[in-house]
Structures are given as structure tokens and as C-alpha cells.
């Protein structure tokens, strides 16, 4: 429901808060008074074309806002948490205008595209005039309204989920059918490069170990012959380092009453002696055990070249091909069977397509009854508005080339308006008098299961009269009983049903003009009453029969 209207600088609009209630509020004023201006700044709020030359002549921008209480709306709750635009209870729709003709849309203080305003706004109000936002003239509309009508909502959401699962198994049997070709190729190759990996037989950390044993292998020669160098310094019988250590030895040895300093030095060259001959010792040991072993080098480098072989074929570093080997090994396996597989994604896109066509031929049939009855009651209601002539036939033409989410059917209101004539689309036939009375109409009998809690009409009352007149009114306060209905009128008859009265009129000066809104009360509710009835000369007459109409009302 619309709770809060503020404009701001629109137009003839120079600040307007604007406090609105459940039941019908009738809006009226004179003719050139502005009556439609709210209308229009509602509807920029719901995504409608934004005018800079709506901006208010001296002003830089134009602000509107309107603010809704969403909590008996669970299609606007559910679709605000789907877009992170949370609200408890109130929701927030909000248009900026500049004079340079730049335009931005809020929702909740979120900036978002002016294409979520109008997905928002047509679950929040439905504006039934002559202007572009009239939603009765949507196909979609017409079938809502019928599945609302009918309470199809669980067949509707059953006949999409089954849409889905067969769009999905279709478009899965049909990416598998249109590339056979590259799928077995893909497989063929995955099969050799599995292969290939699984002759390598590659285990874990066998490569490092295999670089590191090749390292020692190939420097073999290099470690004997430097052992052997090793070992002669060591041991030479003329200049060897024994012999020399010997000789050295032996000086000192000789030597009677040494100092400290040369006991020292004797001690430090019999460890020195004793030390390279535990180290040409273990060089010894080392080169009697030493086994060249060529064939296993050459095992060695050929596995480790094959290694890198394969790891550039895939572009990868060596150290991956084992998560390469589990990676292909496991694609493989998914594509298994192609030819298997094509013929399982086949039957199960039947299967998915004979589930929807049974629930959307269900769905079918339903509508069929309903548009009958829905019709009729259409009908009755027109001729209660002074639309005795007129007929309205509701189409349901149900084809499997029609097949979408909502079902297989094209679903239209037709009408035609003078005997013996075809029934066309509303938009062909009706005028926008009569188009606003068909939608009363309609409104009238789908208010009971209506989701769009706030109904506008803009002089829904043009072309009619008299008794006429009294019926609509009591229809529109019968629709605002159930919910909220705005209805721009001229018409005392109508008016004189709202529970709530807005009166527009424009004050002007010799610099600007300016529209202003007044909530009618007591007293001046009848006074603006009596003015519709009798124009700018009231009597006591017109104002005891506008105090009358509106007891009456009440």
C-alpha cells in the first residue's frame, strides 16, 4: 500500500508531502489544476520516461518518493531479498530528475536501474489511465489476472520448474549431440595421454629421488679419480703427506730440553699424522667398495627424459604429472560411453518434456474453465457501467509452439464495443474511457485474489453520467474496502464515495503558478462536492444535495 508521496520541484509542484491511507481517495480539482501532475510524479517513481522539462522552471532537479508498506506483499518481500534491497515493512521508490536530463533510481536508498523500478513497481501499483504504464494492454497481465482469478499459483509454479528441468536436459542432449565429434576426439585423446601416464607408472617423490641419484651417478668417475689423487698425497713415499709429517716429526724428536712451544707443536703433528691416516683410511674403504654400475645411469636419465618429455607435451612443470595423471584420469571417466551418454541425455529430455507437457496441458484445461467464468462475470460488470453493448472474450489458445514457463498458452483479452462486432485487442477497440471501465471491471471481480494491494484510475468516470456514475463510485469503494484505490475524478457521484477526499487546485501570481493539495474535511469535503455538482455558483440546493450525497456514501 502507498503510504507517503513527497514531490519536489516537478512542474508546478514546489514541495508536496502527501500522506495516504488504506480504502479509496478520491482526488478532484478544476479542470488545468494539476489533478494528473501526482499521477505522473508516481508513475517516474515506478521507472515511467523521465521529461527534463518536468523539472519546475529555476530549479536544478526534480525529487520524488514514494514510500510503500510491503508487509502484506510477499511477492515484493521475496523479490527485495532476492536483490539485497532488505526492508522490513516500509519500501522506499525513489526518482531524481536533472534539468540536463540525467535520471537515477533508488529503492531503499540503493541506486538500481530504472528496469527494477518498473519490476518492483507493477507488484506495488497497477495505474489504470490512458497513459503508457496502463498494464491491462500486457498479454501478461491478462494472464496473471486469470491465474489469479483461478488460484493457479501452485500449477503456474509446478508447470515453470518443470519448464526448467526440460530446458536444461535439452540443452545438455543438444551441446552433447552438436559436438559428438570433438567429444569423441577429446576422449580418444585423453585416452592415449591416460595411457601414456600410466606406462610412465610415476610414484610419489620418485622424481626428486631419481634427480638426486642421477646427480651422484654421473659424477662417479670424477669421485674415483679424485679419491685415488686423494689417496697418493696421502701416501706418497717421497712427498706424501706422511712422509713429510715423518720427517717432520723426527726433527723435533731429536731435539733434547725443547721448550713448551715446540712440545706443543710435536703433539699437534702426531694428531695431525694420526688424523690424515684415519682420512686416507676411509678414502681407501670408500674406493674398494665403489661399484660403477653405467646400465643403471643410463636407466635413470632415459626415465627422467621421458618425464620431461611429457611434462612439456602438457606444458607443465615436471613436478605436476602426477595431479595431470588424476586430472585427465578422472575427465576420462566422466565422458565415458559418449555414444552411451547421448542416447541417456536423449531419454531424459523427453522424459523432462513429457512431465511439462502433462503438467502445462493440466494447466491448459484449467484456464479454459476459468476464462469462462471470468468472462461472464466480466460482462456483467460492464454492463453495470454504462457499457451494455460491449462484450469481452478471453482467448486461451493453447499450442506447444507456445511453450514457455508459464505454459502453452497465449492468453488475450479481446473486446468489442457496439453489437455484431468482432472481438479485437483492448487496445484497438476501446478508448481510454471505456478502457479505464473495462479495467474497473475487471478489478472488480479479481480484486478478491488480487496481489497488487494499490489500484489508480485516472478518470475511470469520462463519458458517463447519472446512475452510471453512482456505480462506479460504489464499485471503486467497494475495491478501496479491500485494499487502497486513487481515482482522479470529476464527478460528484464518485468523489462523494471516497473515504479520503484530496482536492488539487493551482495558486498563481505574476511571477509563477504553483499546484497545492488540500485533505478535505467536514464542511469543505461538501463544499468541493457542491462545486463539481454546480460549477462556480453554489446554491443552498447544490449544498444540501452534496451534504446528502455524502451521507448517503457513508
Not at 135 to 146: A, G
Not at 181 to 194: D, N, S
Request: hydrophobic share 40%; proline share 2%; aromatic share 2%.
Amino acid at each position: 500500500m502507498l503510504t507517503h508521496l513527497s514531490v519536489q520541484n516537478f512542474t508546478l509542484v514546489d514541495l508536496l508531502e502527501l500522506e495516504l491511507h488504506r480504502g479509496m481517495t478520491a482526488i478532484t480539482g478544476e479542470t488545468g489544476a494539476g489533478k494528473s501532475i501526482l499521477l505522473d510524479a508516481l508513475s517516474l517513481t515506478l521507472g515511467d520516461r523521465a521529461d527534463p522539462d518536468r523539472v519546475r522552471a529555476g530549479r536544478e532537479r526534480a525529487d520524488i518518493c514514494a514510500t510503500f508498506d510491503v508487509s502484506n506483499i510477499p511477492r515484493a518481500r521475496q523479490w527485495l531479498d532476492q536483490h539485497d534491497l532488505d526492508s522490513e515493512t516500509d519500501c522506499l521508490l525513489r526518482r531524481v530528475v536533472t534539468r540536463e536530463g540525467r535520471s537515477r533510481g533508488y529503492i531503499n536508498g540503493q541506486p538500481v536501474p530504472l528496469a527494477q523500478l518498473k519490476e518492483l513497481g507493477e507488484m506495488l501499483i497497477d495505474i489504470h489511465s490512458q497513459h503508457a504504464h496502463q498494464s491491462l494492454l500486457k498479454k501478461e497481465t491478462h494472464r496473471r489476472l486469470l491465474d489469479d482469478y483461478a488460484n493457479h499459483q501452485a500449477l503456474v509454479q509446478e508447470c515453470k520448474v518443470r519448464y526448467r528441468e526440460w530446458q536444461t536436459a535439452q540443452k545438455r542432449f543438444q551441446e552433447w549431440r552438436d559436438n559428438a565429434e570433438e567429444i569423441t576426439a577429446r576422449a580418444q585423446l585423453l585416452r592415449y595421454q591416460v595411457q601414456e601416464l600410466d606406462a610412465l607408472d610415476l610414484t610419489e617423490n620418485e622424481l626428486d629421488d631419481m634427480e638426486a641419484e642421477q646427480r651422484q651417478l654421473a659424477s662417479a668417475d670424477t669421485l674415483l679419480h679424485n679419491s685415488q689423487l686423494v689417496t697418493q698425497i696421502c701416501d706418497n713415499e717421497e712427498s706424501g703427506l706422511l712422509t713429510t709429517l715423518n720427517k717432520a716429526l723426527h726433527l723435533l724428536q731429536a731435539l733434547s730440553d725443547k721448550p713448551a712451544a715446540l712440545n706443543s707443536a710435536e703433539e699437534l703433528l702426531l694428531s695431525a699424522q694420526i688424523q690424515i691416516q684415519e682420512a686416507q683410511s676411509e678414502i681407501s674403504h670408500h674406493i674398494d667398495s665403489f661399484e660403477m654400475d653405467p646400465q643403471r645411469l643410463s636407466y635413470i636419465e632415459d626415465r627422467l627424459s621421458s618425464c620431461y618429455e611429457i611434462a612439456r607435451k602438457h606444458r607443465i612443470s615436471p613436478a605436476d604429472l602426477l595431479q595431470l595423471h588424476k586430472d585427465l584420469a578422472t575427465e576420462l571417466e566422466e565422458l565415458g560411453d559418449s555414444d552411451g551418454q547421448l542416447d541417456e541425455l536423449e531419454a531424459l529430455a523427453r522424459a523432462c518434456e513429457d512431465a511439462y507437457l502433462s503438467c502445462a496441458n493440466t494447466l491448459s484445461s484449467q484456464r479454459l474453465k476459468a476464462a469462462k467464468q471470468l468472462q461472464k462475470a466480466i460482462n456483467l460488470q460492464l454492463h453495470d457501467l454504462a457499457m451494455k453493448s460491449a462484450h469481452l472474450a478471453i482467448t486461451v489458445d493453447s499450442n506447444p509452439a507456445h511453450s514457455s514457463p508459464h505454459g502453452l498458452d497465449d492468453i488475450e483479452f479481446l473486446i468489442s464495443t457496439n453489437p455484431g462486432q468482432t472481438p479485437k485487442a483492448l487496445a484497438k477497440v476501446a478508448s481510454g474511457g471505456e478502457l479505464s471501465r473495462v479495467s474497473l471491471a475487471i478489478q472488480v471481480v479479481t480484486a478478491q485474489s488480487s496481489t497488487i494491494p494499490t489500484l489508480v484510475f485516472d478518470e475511470v468516470d469520462v463519458g458517463i453520467g447519472g446512475a452510471t456514475a453512482d456505480v462506479v463510485g460504489d464499485l471503486l469503494r467497494k475495491l478501496g474496502q479491500q485494499g487502497q484505490v486513487l481515482c482522479v475524478t470529476h464527478l460528484p457521484q464518485v468523489a462523494s464515495k471516497g473515504h479520503q477526499h484530496l482536492q488539487v487546485h493551482k495558486e498563481t501570481d505574476k511571477q509563477s503558478a504553483q499546484t497545492a493539495l488540500i485533505n478535505l474535511n467536514g464542511d469543505d469535503k461538501i463544499m468541493e462536492i457542491a462545486r463539481m455538482m454546480g460549477g462556480a455558483q453554489m446554491t443552498k440546493q447544490t449544498i444540501a444535495h452534496a451534504r446528502e450525497m455524502l451521507e448517503m456514501a457513508e
